[in-house]
């Protein structure tokens, strides 16, 4: 049985094996049982606190065991989790939780000021946790919701608007995962997972729940382990390896990434950005032993939705147009085309996916606009989408692709539209050649450029504002070219940061008189990058605007 809810799939494993290890965290290790236990005593905390069963449940997404435990005890309420990175602005934050509708907030410390005085219940401190015996006792444990929200999870992308996006995902979205990558990874009690990922990046359900649902056990890093992963993957005994291949280079310029460092790792997963050949070469020297694996998928498919296991030898690796690692091909149980500009299918173009893993839709319905399409090929066969009534006004099989336009239900069977570009080599593999649209990866994170000009437009004197990324890979880097009066690029810096997540905050800015345009009157962001340098908003040394 794979349709199951993710604290099913987590107290599936904890009756199995209570007493393996479950959770290392911020100095705190927890059984299954203890876990269990503590995820019980928080729930009954938050109907006491609230009056009644929360549905939505805002978490304060800190490297903790009180972090873990509140994701645990809100799905055993039937609640969709909503994380908050407590290093994200208070504003992004606030705006995060008033489109969630939260009903409880846990945080470990006092949440900001903006947080505090919101309409949801906040539980925080220790004594709530339940991770130590509180006194007085709490209530009993509430028995598991028998009939839990559909939505398990809800992520907040960039959004073009200056506004974030909420992607909710089903329970029924990541339940055929877990058991699809359970057995691909060989997870179970003895193994160690890494939780690498902050719990606003989705490849930390894979973490969390791969390791929960198998009775392994996760091994979360305090935030410094990660510019050295090869001492932590030994002293964690780490046997599940998960993270954006940026900690490769990372570890390269500091010298922490010696040949043979991890001999005893057994998986290596990369994901979030492109894989670059050298990044792969470099960890596979210094883990030897280990099968390592590229995987891609939108934060919309449930995580990641293809795998590329490159042969154990780096000199038999294939070499590819953009010296990138191939994403793979997709899981089996999904389906998927490439898309040309025309609708068409092609080699060489979109990549649209749907099947089970493929989120029902944006949290605000207008968000879906543009982001689907209706589209059969000709062995298309509608009685595999469910009946009749719940399939859209699909084009005839073999005709071009549909954009959908927000007329018609989403279905099942209307594809995601990635706005990635790849290439399908014979044999099936994809290759990520990059995206079609505005949106770009910084350090792993998805950001559409668009909020980031809406910010910069907020300044009086920025009468238009047009992002840009220099270099490629670990070297992305975000400038911006405005109109108007001259603004002290400190200022806009500022102004960033106090509205952006530090990721997203641009690290230099020039003013034009006017951008060059192409000849269908649109930017030339091509041309408008290299009219000029850039002023720096930051002094040499510098990596955060709080600094």
């Known amino acids: 049985m794979t349709e199951r809810t993710l604290y099913q799939w987590f107290a599936d494993a904890a009756a199995r094996h209570p007493e393996q290890t479950a959770l290392e965290a911020g100095g705190e290790r927890l059984t299954y049982r203890e876990l269990e236990e503590a995820a019980g005593r928080l729930a009954a905390t938050m109907i006491e606190r609230r009056g009644s069963r929360p549905s939505w449940v805002g978490?304060?997404?800190?490297?903790?065991?009180?972090?873990?435990?509140?994701?645990?005890?809100?799905?055993?309420?039937?609640?969709?989790?909503?994380?908050?990175?407590?290093?994200?602005?208070?504003?992004?934050?606030?705006?995060?939780?008033?489109?969630?509708?939260?009903?409880?907030?846990?945080?470990?410390?006092?949440?900001?000021?903006?947080?505090?005085?919101?309409?949801?219940?906040?539980?925080?401190?220790?004594?709530?946790?339940?991770?130590?015996?509180?006194?007085?006792?709490?209530?009993?444990?509430?028995?598991?919701a028998a009939d839990p929200n559909p939505v398990a999870y809800v992520l907040f992308t960039s959004g073009s608007t200056g506004v974030p996006k909420g992607v909710p995902i089903e329970h029924r979205n990541v339940s055929s995962y877990l058991a699809y990558n359970i057995e691909r990874y060989?997870?179970?009690?003895?193994?160690?997972?890494?939780?690498?990922?902050?719990?606003?990046?989705?490849?930390?359900?894979?973490?969390?729940?791969?390791?929960?649902?198998?009775?392994?056990?996760?091994?979360?890093?305090?935030?410094?382990?990660?510019?050295?992963?090869?001492?932590?993957?030994?002293?964690?005994?780490?046997?599940?390896?998960?993270?954006?291949?940026?900690?490769?280079?990372?570890?390269?310029?500091?010298?922490?990434?010696?040949?043979?460092?991890?001999?005893?790792?057994?998986?290596?997963?990369?994901?979030?950005?492109?894989?670059?050949?050298?990044?792969?070469?470099a960890w596979q020297a210094a883990a030897p032993s280990s099968t390592l694996e590229n995987l891609y998928g939108p934060t919309e498919l449930a995580i990641t939705c293809t795998g590329h296991r490159p042969p154990a030898d780096p000199g038999s690796w294939p070499s590819t147009r953009n010296?990138?690692?191939?994403?793979?091909?997709?899981?089996?149980?999904?389906?998927?085309?490439?898309?040309?500009?025309?609708?068409?299918?092609?080699?060489?173009?979109?990549?649209?996916?749907?099947?089970?893993?493929?989120?029902?839709?944006?949290?605000?319905?207008?968000?879906?606009?543009?982001?689907?399409?209706?589209?059969?090929?000709?062995?298309?066969?509608?009685?595999?989408?469910?009946?009749?009534?719940n399939e859209p006004a699909s084009n005839e099989p073999g005709a071009p692709a549909r954009v959908y336009d927000g007329g018609e239900p989403l279905s099942d069977a209307h594809w995601y539209r990635t706005g990635d570009r790849v290439e399908a080599a014979p044999d099936g593999e994809l290759l990520h050649l990059g995206r079609l649209d505005g949106q770009v990866k910084i350090h792993g994170y998805r950001v559409e450029l668009g909020e980031i000009e809406a910010v910069l437009r907020e300044h009086p004197a920025v009468e238009d504002a047009v992002a840009l990324t220099t270099g490629e890979?670990?070297?992305?880097?975000?400038?911006?070219?405005?109109?108007?009066?001259?603004?002290?690029?400190?200022?806009?810096?500022?102004?960033?940061?106090?509205?952006?997540?530090?990721?997203?905050?641009?690290?230099?800015?020039?003013?034009?008189?006017?951008?060059?345009?192409?000849?269908?009157?649109?930017?030339?962001?091509?041309?408008?990058?290299?009219l000029s340098p850039f002023s720096p908003g930051l002094s040499p040394g510098k990596t955060s605007p709080r600094e």
């Open 473 to 530: 890979g670990d070297d992305t880097d975000l400038r911006v070219a405005y109109t108007g009066d001259e603004v002290p690029a400190p200022e806009l810096m500022r102004l960033s940061g106090r509205r952006l997540p530090w990721y997203m905050v641009p690290r230099g800015f020039t003013r034009l008189p006017e951008f060059p345009l192409n000849p269908n009157g649109k930017v030339d962001r091509r041309r408008l990058a290299a």
């Open 323 to 389: 010296g990138t690692v191939p994403i793979g091909r997709v899981y089996p149980h999904l389906e998927h085309v490439i898309l040309d500009e025309d609708g068409m299918p092609s080699v060489e173009g979109e990549l649209c996916v749907r099947g089970v893993q493929r989120f029902p839709g944006y949290l605000d319905p207008a968000d879906n606009k543009g982001r689907f399409l209706s589209y059969e090929p000709a062995s298309y066969e509608p009685a595999s989408h469910g009946p009749a009534s």
């Open 59 to 144: 978490l304060a997404a800190e490297r903790s065991a009180l972090t873990y435990t509140g994701y645990l005890a809100a799905l055993r309420l039937g609640a969709t989790v909503v994380p908050l990175n407590p290093a994200f602005p208070e504003e992004r934050n606030l705006t995060i939780a008033r489109s969630a509708a939260l009903d409880v907030l846990i945080s470990g410390d006092e949440p900001p000021e903006p947080l505090r005085d919101g309409p949801w219940t906040i539980v925080r401190g220790a004594s709530d946790t339940g991770t130590q015996p509180p006194a007085p006792a709490p209530a009993p444990a509430p028995a598991p």
């Open 186 to 281: 060989d997870a179970g009690p003895g193994c160690r997972f890494s939780q690498t990922f902050d719990l606003t990046f989705d490849p930390s359900v894979f973490d969390m729940f791969v390791a929960w649902g198998s009775g392994s056990a996760l091994i979360v890093p305090a935030r410094d382990d990660l510019a050295d992963p090869a001492g932590f993957v030994r002293d964690g005994r780490i046997t599940h390896w998960f993270a954006v291949p940026s900690v490769v280079s990372l570890a390269k310029r500091m010298r922490r990434l010696p040949p043979e460092s991890m001999p005893d790792l057994r998986w290596s997963l990369f994901a979030g950005e492109q894989l670059t050949s050298q990044q792969a070469a």
